[in-house]
C-alpha cells in the first residue's frame, strides 16, 4: 500500500506506542485497565447528576458534559488502540484515519472550552457568591455548552481542512498511535506550512484563550480565599482548586507542547508519549477528580448504592 507510483494513500499503518511485542502485552493490559476506569467513571458521573436532584446545579451540569466528551474522547482512540495491540498489521483505512481525527478534534477543542467554561463558574462561585444564581442561570450554563461544543466544531473544520487539504502518498507509516494533525502531517509529500500555521492559529484560539481564563479565575479565587477567615473554607477550596489544576497541567500542558511548535515533521519520537496525558490519561483523572472525591458525588454515590441493596 505504500509504493511510490501510488497516487493517493488508500490505508495507513500506525507503529504504536512500542514495537516490542512484551512491552505491547503490558501495555494492553495497562490500557485496558485505563480504559475500564475511564468508562465506569464518567458513567458514573453522568448517572448520579441525573438521577439526584441535589446535584442539579450549575457546577455538575458542566461535569456531566465534560464526561460526556471524556467518554467520548477515549472511545475514539483506545478502542483501535488495544485492537492494533494484538494485531500484526496496525492498518487503519485513510477515510477512517479522517473520521477518527476530525472527531478526536471536535472533543478535544471543545473539552478545552468546557474546562474553561467550569473555571469560570468556580470563579463566579467563589468571588460573587450573592451573584451566582442571577448570572449562572440553567440558559447561561446551556449556552456556554453549546458555545463550547461549537468551538470544537469550529477549530476541527479548520484544523483538518488543512490537514486533509494536501497531498498524500507514497510513505504510509505514521509513528503513532492513533490519527491527529502533527502526526498525520508528516506523511505529506507537499510543503505543511500553511497547515502548521493554521493549526498553530488554533492552538492559540482554543488553547492559550482558554488558560488565560483559568488563569485569570484561579488566581481571583486565591486572592478571595486568602481573605478568608474560616480555615476549613480556605483548605477546602484550596484542595478543590489544587486539584483542578493538576488537570489543567496534564491536559493543557501536553496539548501545548503537541500543537503550538511549527514544524511537525522534525517532532522526536517522545511526542507520541506526551500525547498519552490528554489523549487517554485526562479522560480516567477528570472524574476522580472533579467528581468523585466530591462529598456531594459520595452522598449520591451512597444513596444508589441504598437503593440498589433494598
Keep these: 500500500m505504500g509504493t511510490e507510483n501510488q497516487t493517493y494513500l488508500t490505508e ?22 485505563i480504559y ?80 474553561a467554561v467550569m473555571s469560570y463558574d468556580r470563579y463566579i462561585a467563589v468571588c460573587k457568591p450573592l451573584h451566582y444564581p442571577t448570572i449562572m442561570t440553567h440558559k447561561i450554563c446551556v449556552q456556554l455548552t453549546i458555545g463550547s461544543w461549537v468551538s470544537g466544531i469550529f477549530v476541527s473544520l479548520v484544523d483538518s481542512s488543512f490537514t486533509l487539504g494536501v497531498s498524500y502518498h507514497g510513505h504510509n507509516v505514521i509513528n503513532h498511535y492513533f490519527c491527529e494533525p502533527p502526526a498525520l502531517l508528516k506523511l505529506a509529500s507537499e510543503e505543511t506550512y ?20 483559568i488563569i485569570f479565575s ?10 478568608i ?3 476549613d473554607g480556605r483548605r477546602k477550596v ?12 496534564f491536559f493543557y500542558g501536553s496539548t501545548i507542547f503537541t500543537y503550538m511548535q511549527p514544524n ?32 456531594d458525588v459520595k452522598d449520591a ?4 448504592l441504598e437503593k440498589q441493596s433494598l
Excluded: W
Excluded at 512491552?23 to 490500557?31: A, E, Y
Excluded at 498489521?89 to 468546557?114: D, N, W, Y
Excluded at 511537525?264 to 472525591?293: A, D
Design 12 to 33: 495507513l499503518i500506525l507503529l504504536g506506542l512500542s514495537s516490542d511485542q512484551h512491552t505491547q502485552i503490558l501495555l494492553f493490559v495497562l490500557f485496558v485497565i
Design 36 to 115: 475500564l476506569l475511564t468508562v465506569f467513571g464518567n458513567m458514573l458521573i453522568m448517572v448520579l447528576i441525573h438521577i439526584d436532584s441535589r446535584l442539579h446545579t450549575p457546577m455538575y451540569f458542566f461535569l456531566k458534559n465534560l464526561s460526556f466528551i471524556d467518554l467520548c474522547f477515549s472511545t475514539i482512540i483506545v478502542p483501535q488502540m488495544l485492537v492494533h495491540m494484538l494485531v500484526i498489521k496496525k492498518a487503519i483505512s485513510f477515510a477512517g484515519c479522517s473520521i477518527q481525527m476530525i472527531v478526536f478534534l471536535v472533543v478535544a477543542a471543545t473539552e478545552s472550552s468546557l474546562i
Design 194 to 213: 500553511n497547515a502548521e500555521m493554521a493549526i498553530f492559529a488554533m492552538g492559540v484560539l482554543i488553547l492559550l484563550g482558554p488558560v488565560s481564563l
Design 218 to 227: 484561579y488566581c481571583n479565587i486565591i486572592s478571595t480565599v486568602i481573605r
Design 229 to 231: 477567615k474560616s480555615g
Design 238 to 249: 484550596f484542595s478543590t482548586c489544587g486539584s483542578h489544576f493538576i488537570v489543567v497541567i
Design 264 to 295: 511537525s515533521k522534525k517532532k522526536n519520537e517522545g511526542g507520541k508519549v506526551i500525547s498519552v496525558f490528554y489523549s487517554v490519561m485526562t479522560s480516567m483523572l477528570n472524574p476522580f477528580i472533579y467528581s468523585l472525591r466530591n462529598k
Design 301 to 304: 454515590f451512597r444513596k444508589l
